[in-house]
């Protein structure tokens, strides 16, 4: 079912785009990187990922059009995830996965309403090369590497059909402070429904379009105006959690039920042009057998030349 919806998701995405595709072009480009590296210095469960959006569209105004369609984000992500012990795990750990990802989504308003949907479909096992990537780049620097035994064990390859949702708006709080509500849903690879908040003190970022990071929740600017400054930002967010093809319970892992998000950051950009990210994020326990939560970094930078 996911899998049909997925496909018919983005056929209708690129078919209401036809008749005015002569007029579409690039707006921008946004991208971050997440790691605990950044955050608690640890190398564990959602241990390293990277998302980057393309966006083309006719035009951009300062919102995105009220047209399903009309503004298309190319999803292109990667993540690898891993127990605590990457040597020898406890048993209840979550086993090894590594994950690839490509999509096509749209972002449109309906009055005071701002929307997003899309499919992404999703590569899952040995088959993506994270696991080789993750042990080569460990080698080099000298960092403890993943063991056979849990690269052997990894979640296995297979192809997942994604489908995401997302409805938020956005309200005025003084002069420069916007406060925004969400509610999203996810079904495929993991399927959940998520309610949160994110709040922005500053004039950076207003007018820009900005995408949510699916593993911190942090959101990154992938249309950017001319703005010079910083602004800083808090979000959390609550999640119901049915199913996760990461957490397999045939492996003896039990995923929990309700997933908590707590995340703070800063974004800035000089007057030459320099654009910057930096933010931490609280991510709560996953699966039980957890013992507590961690925290990951996000960056993201640019630099004009």
Request: proline share 4%.
């Amino acid at each position: 079912m996911i899998k049909y919806l997925t496909a018919a998701l983005c056929a209708t995405i690129v078919l209401s785009g036809v008749a005015d595709a002569q007029d579409r072009k690039r707006l921008g480009y946004g991208r971050l990187i997440t790691n605990d590296f950044f955050g608690d210095g640890e190398d564990r469960w959602r241990t390293g990922g990277f998302q980057s959006s393309r966006i083309w569209g006719p035009t951009w105004q300062g919102r995105a059009p009220e047209g399903f369609g009309q503004l298309l984000e190319l999803r292109l992500a990667a993540e690898i995830l891993a127990p605590d012990d990457i040597r020898t795990p406890a048993p209840g750990d979550r086993p090894y996965a590594g994950a690839l990802s490509a999509g096509l989504h749209t972002h449109f308003v309906r009055g005071l309403m701002e929307y997003s949907v899309g499919g992404d479909i999703v590569f899952l096992g040995p088959q993506t090369k994270l696991d080789e990537f993750q042990d080569a780049f460990h080698d080099t620097f000298n960092i403890v590497r993943p063991s056979d035994a849990v690269r052997n064990a990894q979640i296995g390859n297979d192809i997942v059909p994604n489908v995401v949702l997302e409805a938020g708006r956005s309200i005025a709080v003084g002069g420069a402070s916007t406060l925004r509500p969400f509610v999203e849903a996810r079904a495929g690879v993991e399927t959940m429904v998520r309610a949160g908040v994110d709040f922005t003190y500053g004039s950076l970022g207003h007018g820009d379009l900005l995408i949510r990071d699916s593993v911190s929740g942090q959101r990154y600017r992938a249309v950017e105006g001319e703005w010079s400054g910083y602004s800083f930002v808090l979000g959390a967010d609550i999640a119901r959690v049915s199913d996760s093809k990461l957490l397999p319970s045939d492996r003896g892992v039990t995923a929990e039920d309700v997933r908590e998000r707590v995340r703070a950051g800063v974004m800035w950009r000089s007057e030459t042009g320099i654009t910057g990210f930096y933010g931490l994020t609280y991510l709560g326990e996953e699966f039980e057998g957890q013992d507590e939560g961690q925290i990951v970094g996000a960056v993201r930078w640019r630099v004009p030349f």
